[in-house]
C-alpha cells in the first residue's frame, strides 16, 4: 500500500512538474511575466522537501482548475498578439519633440502666393519690354508709301488736301503716328465734319472722312459757296459732278464769327423746314402743298425780324417780306393773291406781309416814285376787310437840318449885280 502510494507520489509529482511548466508557459502569454518566471522544482527538490511538493501540487490543481475554466488551447494561442498587447501597456509615453518654424503658416502662404504674383509680374514685364523695342525698331510696323494710308468717306472734300494731312506719317514707325493730332488737322478742312485715324498693323493708316452737309449757297464777300446748318463756309465742291440746287444766302458778312453765322442759319433752317414739302408740323403733307423752297432764288437773313426772300413765278421775280414768324402763312397768302396785286398795280416788285390785316405793294420804293397809293379789300388768313397800300407805310425819316434858309428871290440881273 505503501509502494502503491509512493509510486502515486512519484506519478503525481511528475504531472505537477509538467504542470508547473505549462503554467509557467500560459502565464507568460496571458501576461503574469511581469513579475518574472516562476522558480522550477526538480523532482530531487521534491523528494528533499515534501511540503513544497504538495504546495506544488495545490498550485497545480487550482491551476488546472483555472485553465479549464478558460478552456485554453495550445494551438489557439497567438503568442504575437499577446506579446504586442502586452508591449502596449508596457510601452511609456514619450513626447515627440515637434521643430517650429518661426514663420506662422498662415503668413508663409500668403508669401508664398505674393513670390508667385511678383514672378509672374516680373515675366510679363519682360515680355512687354521686349515687344516694345521689336515694335519700335522693326522694319516691319514703318509706313512704306501712300499705299498704306486708306481714305474713305471722300466726295466733295479734296483727297489731295486730306492725304497731304494724312501722308505725313509716312516713313515713320506706325506707333509713333500722332492719332489725334492727324485727326484734329484733317477736321481743319472746311469740308470735313469729323474723321478718324486708326492703325492696322503691321504698318497701315486708316481715315474715315464724314463731309458736312451742303443746305445753301452764301454770298460771302465776293464768293459764293456752300454752307452748312451751323454757318460753316464750305467752298464749292472738288468733283465739278456734283450738281446742288439750293437757294443763295444773303447778309452774311467775312467778318463774323461763326456764332453769328450759327444764329441766321437758325432762322434759314426753320423757314426752309416750314415751306419745305412736310410744311409745319405736317401741315404741307395734309394740305397736300407744293415744295415752295424750290421758287426760292435768294433769302436776306440781314435782318433777323425781317426775313426777305426772292420768290419766281411765272409773272416775274418778287420779294416777299416774311417778318420773323409764321412764313408758311404768310407765303400762302403771296402765293393766293399775287396775280391779283398784279393786275390792280403795275410793276410790282416786292410786298410785305409782315402786319397784320394789310398788304404793302413795293414797300422797297420811294414814295414819290409809288405814285398816290391805292386801297382794295384782299383776304388774309381767310378773313376779308384787309388793305392793300402801293406805297410804305412806314416811309424813312432823313434827318432834317434845324437851320432855316429863307427862299431867295429871282431878280432881273441887273438888280442883282446892284446888290453885290
Known sequence: MLAHNSVDRGIMARDSIELTQYDDVVSTSRGRSVLGPKPRYSADNDLKNPTKARASDRRASAADQD???????????DLDDLDSEEAQFLRTDRRVPVRHSPIPKKAASQLKIAGWI????VTCGGLTAWAYSYGIHSWRFRIESS??????????????????????????????????????????????????????????????????TPVAFAQIGPRTSLIDANGVAMGMPANRQTRYSFPVIRGITETEPL????????????????????????????????????????????????????AND?????????????????????????????????????VDLRYEGQV???????????????????????????????????PTVKPVSKKVT????????KAQRAQR
Open 147 to 212: 499705299d498704306a494710308v486708306e481714305i474713305t468717306g471722300v466726295k466733295n472734300a479734296s483727297r489731295a488736301h486730306v492725304m497731304e494731312v494724312a501722308g505725313g506719317d509716312i516713313g515713320r514707325n506706325i506707333f509713333f503716328v500722332p492719332l489725334d493730332e492727324r485727326k484734329r488737322k484733317l477736321e481743319e478742312i472746311p469740308w470735313v465734319e469729323h474723321a478718324s485715324v486708326m492703325r492696322l498693323l503691321p504698318n497701315r493708316i486708316a481715315v474715315t472722312i464724314q463731309e458736312r
Open 314 to 350: 411765272p409773272g416775274g421775280t418778287m420779294v416777299v417780306h416774311l417778318g420773323a414768324q409764321d412764313f408758311l402763312t404768310r407765303y400762302k397768302l403771296y402765293v393766293t393773291h399775287i396775280a391779283e396785286w398784279r393786275q390792280q398795280f403795275q410793276n410790282v416788285q416786292s
Open 259 to 310: 456764332s453769328s453765322r450759327a444764329a441766321a442759319m437758325k432762322i434759314y433752317n426753320r423757314l426752309v423746314s416750314e415751306l419745305g414739302p412736310g410744311g409745319t408740323q405736317g401741315e404741307g403733307i395734309a394740305n397736300g402743298s407744293a415744295n415752295y423752297v424750290r421758287q426760292l432764288s435768294e433769302v436776306d437773313l440781314s435782318d433777323p425780324e425781317d426775313v426777305k426772300v426772292t
Open 118 to 121: 511678383a514672378a509672374a509680374v
Open 360 to 394: 404793302i405793294v413795293n414797300p422797297d420804293r420811294p414814295v414819290e416814285a409809288a405814285g398816290k397809293p391805292k386801297i382794295f379789300e384782299t383776304q388774309r388768313n381767310g378773313v376779308s376787310g384787309g388793305k392793300v397800300v402801293g406805297v410804305s407805310a412806314k
Open 67 to 77: 485553465d479549464s475554466e478558460l478552456l485554453i488551447n495550445p494551438e489557439d494561442l
Open 406 to 413: 429863307k427862299p431867295k428871290k429871282y431878280l432881273p440881273q
